[in-house]
């Protein structure tokens, strides 16, 4: 009887456990973490040690070694402005050691573009305060000062983070970490109002870190400092920006911006691909989708560009089309909505396409390709007005339409010849020549709209990241009416424009408009 009711005690009070456990579960909402709010967005999947994130001194108050080495990741990270995986290190540090006051210090930082998340996060590194030693304490200080009254004007706060780093700075000379920090600050400051009296001061204040570590990813912040500057002041920098974060994609991207902006667009190419096989690694290591990863886009169309002005053609193609096959993941909204983002890898590989195309004059290309996914327009009438012009020009130049002599189509369609009541010398010839080929591209245009064209089947994608509709593949329903009625319109224009020029002795003056709102230099 006695061990009975010794038993009945023990599962009586595990059950007494287990019912106060479920009432504190249920006054935190489902999905949501236990945390606070703000851990209920960014990385789920636990951090790792990554290798090649950069050299960075960055020591704070842990028992937990392994908390020191996920924070000191989680600056590298900053450093290479990848935001994420520097919140997922923080994280890390934290589930480490949660009495760790920097690593909610980190995951505010990490998230200044959020503002609401980094105030909770600044706010538990508050709590932990008393836990920091003196210098951590005024790191904690720098942000608790920042997201104190984010009513106060930007300008004013982001001066008032400037003086609290020059003060660890003052008190922690060998803290090289402030330094970096505060360089980073003010030329990110530059572009909220705060701008920068002496570029050359921010460049000594990076040459101190350097000074101590040589491959310290600050380097990443002088290209940033002269870019729009002077860029060639940012060469040594380019040459080894990549070498001190090798596992940061960003930072093989950024010497990229150094040579573009000095013409030197094989080395940019080459940086940039270095940057695309980083990241290629990162997907395939961690299972994460390409447009997923910070600035992935953006290097991959900046590496068609630099590919294009080298004369890699071929190879910018490949590019561009490569970014239109990538899967493309939809921004949904609360209310179910969704869109494409703009910056995008297939927006920008459709951009750089077209581009291509029509600055080679690869006429060939595009007709095989007007049938394709790489050029089916979407629904909008402004893409397919783009797609109709271009497939147009090229048929026209490889004869596939004969351009309509004298003649236009008008308000509903039909041609009207153009009268030559006293011949052509009342334009000059090169002014003439020039609406003739206006005119005949609106013609071939119109005819490529009144043509049956052969849709993209139902829910495929369109270039400006919409959804292209089916419509019947019958004359007018390939271009919406009101497209028709708009080339119709341009076409009468530009034949009242045509008309009294050759009803008259009287030259257009210089400087008249040509086709693309270009001045058409009229020569005797």
């Not at 402030?178 to 530059?190: C, D, H, M, T």
């Amino acid at each position: 009887n006695r061990a009975y009711a010794m038993l009945r005690s023990l599962v009586g009070s595990e059950m007494c456990i287990r019912d106060r456990g479920e009432s504190e579960e249920k006054k935190v909402s489902e999905g949501h973490s236990f945390h606070g709010e703000a851990f209920n967005e960014g990385p789920r999947q636990s951090a790792y040690l990554m290798k090649g994130m950069g050299r960075v001194r960055f020591p704070v108050t842990t028992d937990s070694q392994e908390a020191q080495l996920f924070f000191t990741q989680g600056v590298a990270q900053l450093h290479g402005f990848w935001y994420f995986e520097a919140e997922r290190s923080f994280r890390q540090a934290a589930m480490l050691d949660p009495d760790c006051a920097m690593a909610y210090w980190g995951m505010a930082v990490a998230n200044r573009n959020n503002t609401e998340r980094a105030k909770e996060f600044i706010e538990e590194a508050k709590k932990r305060r008393d836990k920091a030693d003196k210098r951590e304490k005024l790191w904690i200080d720098c942000e608790v000062n920042y997201w104190a009254d984010t009513k106060k004007a930007e300008k004013d706060r982001r001066k008032k983070m400037v003086r609290d780093l020059e003060t660890i700075i003052y008190d922690y000379p060998d803290d090289i970490e402030a330094k970096a920090f505060l360089a980073v600050w003010l030329w990110q400051s530059a572009y909220k109002g705060l701008s920068i009296s002496s570029h050359m001061t921010v460049n000594l204040l990076i040459q101190d870190v350097l000074d101590v570590e040589p491959m310290h990813p600050c380097h990443h912040f002088r290209i940033h400092l002269w870019d729009n500057e002077k860029p060639e002041r940012a060469l040594a920098s380019a040459a080894r920006c990549g070498q001190s974060s090798p596992g940061v994609a960003h930072m093989w991207h950024m010497p990229g911006h150094t040579y573009s902006k000095l013409k030197r667009y094989q080395d940019a190419a080459w940086q940039q691909e270095a940057s695309a096989r980083v990241d290629h690694a990162h997907m395939i290591r961690d299972r994460v989708m390409p447009d997923r990863i910070h600035n992935f886009a953006h290097n991959n169309e900046w590496l068609t560009r630099n590919l294009s002005h080298a004369g890699r053609v071929n190879r910018a193609l490949a590019m561009a089309k490569n970014m239109i096959e990538l899967p493309r993941l939809p921004n949904v909204k609360d209310d179910g909505t969704w869109s494409f983002s703009s910056r995008s890898s297939h927006t920008y590989g459709r951009r750089h396409l077209y581009g291509l195309l029509t600055n080679y004059e690869l006429w060939d290309t595009v007709l095989a390709l007007k049938d394709t996914q790489y050029m089916r327009p979407s629904s909008s009438a402004a893409d397919r007005a783009k797609y109709l012009r271009l497939v147009a020009v090229a048929q026209i130049a490889r004869g596939s339409i004969a351009p309509v002599p004298d003649g236009a189509v008008g308000s509903e369609g039909e041609v009207m010849v153009l009268s030559r009541r006293h011949g052509d010398d009342a334009l000059p010839s090169k002014g003439l020549e020039l609406l003739g080929q206006q005119l005949a591209l609106q013609v071939a245009v119109a005819q490529l709209a009144q043509a049956s064209i052969a849709p993209a089947p139902n829910g495929a994608v369109g270039g400006d990241g919409e959804a292209v509709e089916t419509s019947s593949r019958h004359s007018d329903d390939a271009l919406p009416r009101q497209d028709l009625d708009l080339l119709g319109q341009q076409l009468v224009l530009l034949v009242a424009v045509a008309q009294p020029a050759a009803a008259t002795q009287t030259p257009a003056p210089d400087s008249a408009v040509g086709g693309e709102s270009q001045a058409v230099q009229i020569s005797s």
